[in-house]
């Protein structure tokens, strides 16, 4: 069992930045992929990035690419998102995941999952 946990949310302004964090409990952090994906209020979850186990390659969806990076400190089992330029179209609950996969641009595959940090973003 993998357990994880998101902290970093809040609400933030149309253009600012908000970076958030996710720990992962264990002791093989370093075999896993992880990701972020986010889900807003009657829509979809959906993927927004990811990052392979060894932290030499990222996905990012279209709508964040540019604006997104997701990386990782296998030193500290902690996996982050810095998010800049954010939009109003950003805001959602942002899940953190982790798993043994090697998919490219989905996190559907992702067998661990955070309870979520919730990311508001006004005008």
């Known amino acids: 069992q993998v357990q994880l946990v998101e902290s970093g949310g809040g609400l933030v302004q149309a253009g600012g930045s908000l970076r958030l964090s996710c720990v992962a409990s264990?002791?093989?952090?370093?075999?896993?992929?992880m990701g972020w994906s986010r889900q807003a209020p009657g829509k979809e979850r959906e993927f927004v990035a990811r990052i392979r186990f060894t932290g030499r390659t990222t996905y990012y969806a279209d709508s964040v690419k540019g604006r997104f990076t997701i990386s990782r400190d296998n030193t500290k089992n902690t996996v982050y998102l810095q998010m800049n330029s954010l939009k109003p179209e950003d805001t959602a609950v942002y899940y953190c995941?982790?798993?043994?996969?090697?998919?490219?641009?989905?996190?559907?595959?992702?067998?661990?999952w955070g309870k979520g940090t919730l990311v508001t973003v006004s005008n």
């Open positions: 264990g002791r093989t952090f370093g075999s896993y992929d």
């Open positions: 995941a982790a798993g043994l996969g090697r998919v490219d641009y989905s996190n559907y595959d992702m067998t661990y």
